[in-house]
């Protein structure tokens, strides 16, 4: 409930914003997600090196 929520200490509180942030994450199309394939994405450049070439492709499916 509500009035749980905010009987939790700081400490308590900061650990389960992680956890929502942690699951969020995995739900395709949040904030957490965008930020986590980001955050991938910036590893393997930083792995790997900058690409040489890079491009999308897309079907536009909204559109058709």
Not at 14 to 34: C, E, L, Q, S
Request: with cysteine.
């Amino acid at each position: 409930t509500a009035q749980d929520l905010t009987d939790l200490s700081s400490n308590k509180a900061v650990d389960f914003v992680r956890k929502v942030v942690h699951y969020g994450g995995n739900n395709i199309g949040t904030p957490a997600f965008w930020a986590r394939q980001r955050q991938n994405l910036l590893e393997i450049v930083r792995q790997k090196g900058m690409p040489t070439g890079f491009f999308t492709l897309s079907c536009a499916v909204v559109y058709w």
